[in-house]
């Protein structure tokens, strides 16, 4: 497949895998760090995502992804081959029991996630930058608006949101049509080869990219879909290499997914391909473009992941109906 992808109307053209950094600071900093970044960019690769919130569920420093980040951008010098992810306005995870519905998007706490950002990441300016989560206390118009400052003074060059429901981004895009504004040019919620068999997840202030909202992409190519959880948060892996006892615990665990197992694994016989590019060859089949993020423990993971896109998977591999 073509190893760019361009939103409509921006000047964005992104690797189809984007670099995520959930783990970045706690199973990779400094010198492995190095080597992960500077292996994707050497591959092709120029997305790398981060949140400002990441991962403050874990003791000892606040923003550690965004910092580690930072760091290589630093060190590298090549803030110019990168297009550059973060997000604001998430609650605050840093309680022994976070509050998942208080949302932070206010125009004060956005403006001091941004900047916060900025000077973690050592950059000017974040090439897009997300609501991580929604708060319906807010209009959507006083939502985008505070987007649209930070685009004049410089600070991002766009926009998008993530774990938005489908009814407020329609109604974002309306607004934004109406006011002239390019708007939210990507989306980030749960997409991956598990969902539709899976548990729901402990978080209820995830989205899902189905029914209403798997049409909605259909329709918007101008909102490019970013799935997260891509590879379902290791429930393949561990079924396969650990067995079924060890996969209990997981949401991905039921009767369905233990067929899509099975699948997976014709496909890697099919294909002579590896598990990571049999469960992300299902985002290369969709109707519509996907960019999903991927977050690799060692460079080897991201040459992996990296190969899918050399597979020829077709929709028809990923069609059951157990």
């Known amino acids: 497949m073509e190893k760019?992808?361009?939103?409509?109307?921006?000047?964005?053209?992104?690797?189809?895998?984007?670099?995520?950094?959930?783990?970045?600071?706690?199973?990779?900093?400094?010198?492995?760090?190095?080597?992960?970044?500077?292996?994707?960019?050497?591959?092709?690769?120029?997305?790398?995502?981060?949140?400002?919130?990441?991962?403050?569920?874990?003791?000892?420093?606040?923003?550690?992804?965004?910092?580690v980040v930072?760091?290589?951008?630093?060190?590298?010098?090549?803030?110019?081959?990168?297009?550059?992810?973060?997000?604001?306005g998430h609650p605050d995870m840093t309680p022994k029991e976070p509050d998942m519905f208080a949302s932070r998007c206010s125009r004060e706490e956005m403006v001091s996630d941004v900047n916060a950002s900025l000077k973690q990441l050592r950059t000017d300016y974040i090439d897009l930058?997300?609501?991580?989560?929604?708060?319906?206390?807010?209009?959507?118009?006083?939502?985008?608006?505070?987007?649209?400052?930070?685009?004049?003074?410089g600070k991002i060059r766009y926009y998008g949101c993530s774990n938005w429901t489908v009814e407020r981004m329609i109604e974002a895009d309306n607004?934004?049509?109406?006011?002239?504004?390019?708007g939210f040019v990507a989306d980030q919620s749960l997409l991956n080869v598990g969902m539709k068999y899976m548990n729901p997840m402990p978080d209820p202030t995830l989205a899902y990219t189905q029914g209403p909202a798997y049409q909605y992409h259909i329709d918007n190519p101008r909102n490019l879909m970013m799935p997260?959880?891509?590879?379902?948060?290791?429930?393949?892996?561990?079924?396969?290499?650990?067995?079924?006892?060890?996969?209990?615990?997981?949401n991905y665990y039921t009767p369905g997914n233990l067929?899509?197992?099975?699948?997976?694994?014709?496909?890697?016989?099919?294909?002579?391909?590896?598990?990571?590019?049999a469960i992300l060859g299902y985002f290369y089949t969709r109707e519509f473009n996907c960019i999903p993020l991927y977050g690799p423990a060692?460079?080897?993971?991201?040459?992996d992941a990296a190969g899918t896109l050399d597979v020829p998977f077709t929709k028809e591999d990923y069609e059951f109906d157990f």
């Open 175 to 182: 607004y934004c049509k109406a006011k002239g504004y390019r």
């Open 228 to 250: 997260y959880m891509g590879v379902c948060s290791g429930f393949f892996y561990i079924l396969k290499g650990a067995g079924e006892e060890a996969a209990k615990k997981s």
């Open 259 to 277: 067929k899509v197992a099975k699948r997976l694994d014709e496909l890697c016989e099919k294909y002579g391909c590896t598990l990571t590019q």
């Open 70 to 88: 930072g760091d290589w951008l630093q060190r590298s010098g090549k803030r110019d081959k990168i297009v550059l992810i973060t997000k604001g």
């Open 4 to 67: 760019r992808i361009q939103i409509p109307d921006t000047e964005l053209s992104l690797y189809p895998i984007g670099l995520g950094t959930v783990d970045a600071g706690l199973r990779w900093d400094g010198a492995d760090a190095d080597r992960i970044f500077d292996s994707y960019v050497d591959l092709g690769g120029n997305l790398i995502d981060s949140a400002h919130v990441y991962s403050d569920w874990v003791p000892g420093e606040i923003a550690r992804s965004e910092r």
């Open 298 to 303: 060692v460079p080897e993971h991201m040459q």
């Open 129 to 153: 930058y997300f609501y991580h989560r929604d708060d319906k206390r807010f209009t959507v118009e006083e939502e985008i608006e505070t987007m649209e400052s930070f685009v004049k003074e």
